[in-house]
C-alpha cells in the first residue's frame, strides 16, 4: 500500500482549509500544505485572523501551523512534492449556456486537473473533495490519460465532505461517516486503502465507508437533497399552520418523535441557505434531466420551488402586517450569514428576503455580528440570472451597522434571519422604546418563542413561522387574517 507522506490540497475555502487543518492536527507525521491563487485569502490563513469563522478552527491552525501545515501560493510545487491531492475548488451552479441555474460548473475542477496532469510525476492520489455531479472523477480521469507521462501514473478517488458550517470542526473531529469512492481494480483498492490510513488516525473503522466512485459522488448529492428535502417538507407544513392555528413547533416535535422519521432537519423557518443544498438539488435535478428521468427532475425541482415560495411568503407577511408598503419605511434586518456560527452567507435567505423588500423600496438597516459590510453589499448588488440589482439603489437604501440597537433605532419594524444566540438576549425593552409604533418583530427562525408574551407585554406585535401568535390590536387596517396570510404578489421596482 502507498503511503502518504505529504498532501496537498488545491482550494483554501470553507472545505479545505478546515479539512486539511484537522488532518495535520490529528497526523503529525504528515506534511499538509493548502494552496489558492487567492493571495489575499492565504495570507489571512496565515495571520491571526483567519478568512472564515468556525468555532474552534483558530486553535485548530494554531496548533500546526507552521510545524507541518502550511497556506502557500505556491500550487505548482505543493503539487510536485505531494503524494496525495485534494481537490477543494468552488463547483458554482451554471449562469449561462446548457444547464444554467442547475448543472454544477466544473471549469475549477478541470482546471486543477489539468494542472496537477501538467507539472507531475511518479504516482499520485488525487481526491475529489468538492460537491460534484456523478461521474466527473471519470472526467478527471480522461484529463490525466490523455495527459499522461510514461513516468507518472494517478488514482482518482471520491471523497465528499459532509460538513455543516457551525459545527465543521466537531464534525471533522467526530463524523458520522467518512465516505471513499475509487475505482474497483487493485490500483484503486489500494489507492483507497492509503486514504483510509489517513482518517484511520482519529476516526473509528466502522465510520469509514469505502465504494465505487459513483455511488460515492451519487450519494453526497442524495444526502443533501434528502435534507433540504426534509426542510421544504417542515416549511410547507409551516403555511398550513399559520392558517389553521396550529404550531409548527408541536407538529415537528410529533412528528420527530417518529423513529421511522427523528426529529432533525424539522426546524421551520425562513428557507434553507449555504454553499450545498441548493446547488446540489439542482444538480440532482439537471442529472435527472439529462438522463431522461422528467418525473424525478420535476419531484427535487418541487424542493426548490417551496424554498423560494417560503422566503416570499415571509416577505409578503412583513409588507402585508406594514399596512400593505414598506415604501420609505426603515426595517432593521437581524443576520445576514445563512446561519448562525458562520459567516457565510452563500444562498442566505437574508439575501432573497433583502431583494424583495428593496424592491417595494425599504430602507434596511442590516447587522450580522460575523459578516462583513463589503460581503453584504457584494450579495446585494451581484448579477443574479434573472436580473442586476442598481449599486447605486441598493447603497441609498441599504445601510450596513455593527451595532443591533443602532439598527433597531426608529425603525417600523425588527426582522430576525439568523438564528444568532444574541438576539434572544437583547434588551427588548430598550429596542421598543427607540422604534416607531407599533412596532414590530418578525422571527423568521423561531428563536423567540419563549419571550412571546414579554415582548407583547412591552408592545410589540409579534409574528413568526408557523404560528399564529394571539395580538392584543390589530396590525393590518382591515384586520383579516385570512388575506394576510396569503403571500400577495411582489411588485418588482427595478433595483
Not at 497556506?71 to 485534494?86: G, R, Y
Request: charged share 25%; hydrophobic share 40%.
Amino acid at each position: 500500500m502507498m503511503e502518504v507522506r505529504r498532501i496537498c490540497c488545491i482550494g483554501a475555502g470553507y472545505v479545505g482549509g478546515p479539512t486539511c487543518s484537522v488532518i495535520a492536527q490529528m497526523c503529525p507525521e504528515v506534511m499538509v500544505t493548502v494552496v489558492d491563487v487567492n493571495e489575499d485569502r492565504i495570507r489571512a490563513w496565515n495571520s491571526d485572523s483567519l478568512p472564515i469563522f468556525e468555532l474552534g478552527l483558530q486553535e485548530v491552525v494554531d496548533s500546526c501551523r507552521g510545524v507541518n501545515l502550511f497556506f502557500s501560493t505556491d500550487i505548482d510545487e505543493a503539487i510536485k512534492n505531494a503524494d496525495l491531492v485534494f481537490i477543494s475548488v468552488n463547483t458554482p451552479t451554471k449562469t449561462f449556456g446548457m444547464g444554467k441555474g442547475r448543472a454544477a460548473d466544473l471549469k475549477y475542477i478541470e482546471a486543477c486537473a489539468r494542472r496537477i496532469a501538467d507539472v507531475s510525476s511518479g504516482c499520485k492520489i488525487v481526491v475529489e473533495k468538492s460537491t460534484v455531479p456523478v461521474r466527473a472523477a471519470e472526467s478527471i480521469r480522461r484529463i490525466f490519460n490523455a495527459n499522461t507521462k510514461s513516468s507518472l501514473s494517478f488514482q482518482v478517488l471520491s471523497n465528499p465532505e459532509f460538513l455543516a458550517e457551525g459545527t465543521a470542526i466537531t464534525d471533522l473531529k467526530n463524523p458520522d461517516r467518512v465516505l471513499i469512492g475509487g475505482d474497483e481494480t487493485p490500483e484503486g483498492q489500494h489507492a483507497i486503502q492509503a486514504l483510509r490510513s489517513i482518517y484511520e488516525h482519529w476516526v473509528p473503522k466502522n465510520k469509514i465507508i469505502t465504494t465505487n466512485t459513483w455511488s460515492s459522488e451519487l450519494s453526497k448529492l442524495a444526502a443533501n437533497a434528502f435534507l433540504a428535502q426534509r426542510i421544504s417538507s417542515i416549511n410547507s407544513i409551516s403555511a398550513l399552520c399559520e392558517v389553521t392555528g396550529a404550531d409548527v413547533e408541536e407538529v415537528a416535535h410529533a412528528i420527530g418523535t417518529d423513529q421511522r422519521i427523528g426529529s432533525r432537519f424539522l426546524k421551520a423557518s425562513v428557507g434553507f441557505g449555504g454553499s450545498c443544498f441548493q446547488k446540489d438539488v439542482l444538480n440532482l435535478v439537471y442529472l435527472c434531466e439529462a438522463l431522461n428521468l422528467p418525473e424525478v427532475a420535476r419531484y427535487w425541482q418541487q424542493v426548490i420551488e417551496i424554498n423560494d415560495y417560503q422566503r416570499k411568503r415571509f416577505s409578503s407577511r412583513i409588507i402585508n402586517c406594514l399596512f400593505n408598503t414598506v415604501t420609505d419605511k426603515k426595517i432593521a434586518l437581524l443576520g445576514f450569514a445563512f446561519k448562525k456560527n458562520t459567516g457565510d452567507t452563500r444562498e442566505s435567505s437574508s439575501i432573497y428576503i433583502s431583494r424583495y423588500l428593496l424592491e417595494e423600496g425599504a430602507c434596511l438597516h442590516i447587522y450580522d455580528p460575523k459578516v462583513k459590510a463589503e460581503q453584504i453589499m457584494q450579495d446585494l448588488t451581484k448579477l443574479t440570472p434573472s436580473e442586476r440589482h442598481d449599486p447605486a439603489t441598493v447603497s441609498r437604501l441599504v445601510t450596513i451597522v455593527t451595532d443591533p440597537y443602532k439598527a433597531c433605532e426608529n425603525a417600523h419594524a425588527i426582522v430576525i434571519c439568523t438564528e444568532w444566540d444574541m438576539f434572544t438576549e437583547l434588551d427588548y425593552e430598550r429596542i421598543h422604546k427607540a422604534m416607531l409604533k407599533p412596532a414590530f418583530i418578525f422571527d423568521g427562525r423561531r428563536i423567540l418563542d419563549s419571550l412571546h408574551d414579554q415582548l407583547q407585554h412591552i408592545g410589540f406585535q409579534v409574528e413568526t413561522i408557523g404560528k399564529r401568535v394571539n395580538q392584543r390590536i390589530p396590525f393590518t387596517a382591515s384586520g383579516d387574517r385570512s388575506e394576510m396570510d396569503q403571500p400577495q404578489p411582489l411588485k418588482k421596482n427595478k433595483l
